[in-house]
């Protein structure tokens, strides 16, 4: 495998998005599906109200229990997604559909990417809400109709987009560091082949580098120099796990000039160099049950 695949929205749904209650009665008259490790060009959110699913995400595996929201963002590489005897809904959106001050809401970085716990009545509005837009769904396709979902769905983006918000300390999510960690996040997403200094993103969001680091250290706990080795290193890590790229070829594409300098970083950061990292780590890439 040379590039990690990526799935398409469209090739599952011309709505624009895809709408799926899950159970255990379904999960178990389906087969095991086996969609590889793969990146999607959309949003994937989970909502399980009961039991629970486990998933793995950049190397990590996740587990969302009952009465947890949880979410994949395009650029993730995941697999493996299983039910726990799970019970909820799953949702894959184009990103297009989501309201802007949404998405930079979802996107936005206070820190690693965790399920978010519900509130009783939270759970409550989540399904009713996606049992509304799942009936509609059954009917025609005009025009008019798809207007309505898409508007039904946009109210479940603001409603996550909420419960996200909330589920930090409103001081801190409003602050003005919170902000500047939320656009540096954005950027170095954006940048990071091709920059890769500290100095680079101060520049960009128009502050001095001393007050940059201090306040994505405030809200993250790490410096902008750790985010920088870490986005590097994640990219690296999926490229070594999930393709047959060179170590060199990787690092071209990682926009290192001299392959030697990212193979010391890549040590440096894991403990072992790039090529064990993938003797070690390739092979795990095993099918689970797919509950989409």
């Not at 090739?11 to 998005?17: K, M, N």
């Not at 009713?128 to 769904?137: E, F, G, M, N, S």
């Not at 920059?195 to 940059?212: F, G, R, T, V, W």
């Amino acid at each position: 495998m040379k590039q990690v695949p990526v799935h398409k929205l469209q090739d599952r749904s011309s709505l624009g998005f895809q709408l799926k209650p899950f159970s255990p009665e379904k999960a178990d008259h389906r087969q095991p599906v086996d969609t590889g490790a793969h990146r999607d060009d959309h949003y994937i959110f989970f909502i399980v109200t009961e039991g629970s699913g486990t998933t793995i995400v950049d190397f990590t595996e996740k587990t969302v229990g009952p009465g947890q929201l949880y979410y994949i963002l395009p650029e993730q590489i995941h697999y493996r997604i299983i039910s726990h005897q799970a019970k909820g809904w799953f949702i894959a959106a184009d990103p297009a559909l989501v309201p802007p001050a949404c998405r930079n809401i979802i996107e936005g970085w206070l820190g690693f990417q965790e399920p978010v716990t519900l509130r009783a009545d939270e759970i409550t509005d989540y399904d009713q809400l996606l049992h509304v837009l799942y009936r509609q769904t059954s009917g025609d396709q005009s025009s008019e109709r798809i207007s309505l979902l898409h508007a039904i769905l946009s109210a479940f983006f603001e409603m996550v987009a909420c419960t996200i918000r909330m589920s930090v300390k409103t001081e801190i999510a409003n602050s003005r560091p919170a902000i500047l960690s939320m656009e540096f996040r954005q950027l170095l997403k954006e940048n990071i082949k091709a920059y890769k200094s500290p100095a680079d993103y101060a520049e960009m969001l128009h502050i001095s580098e001393p007050y940059l680091n201090e306040a994505v250290k405030k809200i993250t706990g790490a410096t902008v120099s750790f985010w920088i080795r870490f986005a590097i290193v994640t990219e690296a890590k999926r490229q070594l796990y999930f393709t047959s790229l060179s170590v060199k070829q990787i690092a071209a594409d990682l926009g290192f000039e001299n392959h030697s300098y990212f193979s010391r970083l890549f040590y440096k950061e894991t403990g072992m160099t790039a090529l064990t990292f993938r003797k070690t780590f390739k092979g795990d890439n095993k099918p689970g049950t797919d509950i989409r």
